[in-house]
């Protein structure tokens, strides 16, 4: 008797847990943010083919040009911050055979999992998306996906209102919320900007590759050359957003 009244507590006491869990979920769910997730579509046909076009890649030849990447760099539209860490700069002090190790080793880098969360994106912007997600996504592969997230991003994008700097130039603050949406406007528009929907994928997608450290990292360094105490291998990793 004593062994059942000590299971009965006990079975009571989980029920009164999943009782309240429930009532929780039913409280946040009374939010105006609290929306149900997705319904992801199976793995149907349409996925299907969307992953195998990522095995049906041709073959890349990388290219180690030094002279070739610095001439890309200086004509990137944006000023960089400092000088130092530049490949321009670098080829002074660094053997050029590593430098050409860094530039062949740069990839971005995904969990498996992501790309099959990429093609319900894609799936579900087809069918659900607004008339402009519709014509952007009609025909999208994942790795034209990919390759958007890594050629449509801000320059900077930051703050609780959203401030941003455009590859072009062009700084505002607000407003993106509209992108992909009938109301959007120039230059907040989904043909060059990605949308709050694709950040999310963003934020998934890494690049990462050999780098050389020019300090020791110092929180405020500022970029000033003191290699005495820095690392002679190294690799970062950076997170898109």
Not at 57 to 66: G, H, I, R, Y
Not at 154 to 175: C, N, P, Q, S, V
Not at 201 to 224: F, H, P, Q
Request: glycine share 4%; proline share 4%; net charge neutral.
């Amino acid at each position: 008797m004593l062994l059942y009244n000590k299971c009965l507590s006990l079975n009571l006491n989980l029920l009164k847990r999943q009782i309240s869990k429930m009532d929780s979920l039913r409280h946040f769910q009374t939010f105006a943010w609290c929306k149900p997730d997705w319904c992801y579509p199976s793995m149907g046909k349409e996925t299907n083919e969307l992953l195998r076009q990522c095995t049906d890649l041709p073959a890349v030849k990388l290219s180690d040009d030094v002279e070739e990447i610095i001439k890309k760099s200086k004509a990137f539209p944006i000023p960089f911050p400092i000088e130092t860490v530049r490949l321009e700069k670098l080829q002074v002090r660094r053997s050029i055979e590593k430098l050409k190790r860094n530039i062949v080793s740069t990839y971005p880098l995904i969990h498996e999992r992501v790309l099959l969360l990429m093609t319900h994106f894609l799936i579900y912007k087809r069918e659900f998306g607004t008339s402009i997600d519709k014509l952007l996504y009609k025909e999208m592969t994942v790795p034209e996906l990919i390759d958007r997230i890594l050629k449509k991003r801000a320059i900077t994008f930051m703050g609780r209102h959203d401030t941003y700097k455009l590859i072009t130039g062009e700084e505002g603050h607000g407003g993106w919320e509209t992108i992909g949406t009938l109301q959007q406007k120039p230059p907040l528009v989904l043909e060059n900007c990605l949308s709050y929907d694709e950040m999310k994928l963003a934020s998934m997608v890494y690049v990462s590759g050999y780098t050389e450290c020019i300090n020791d990292g110092e929180r405020k360094n500022s970029g000033v050359v003191q290699e005495e105490n820095a690392e002679e291998d190294a690799i970062i990793i950076g997170k898109l957003v």
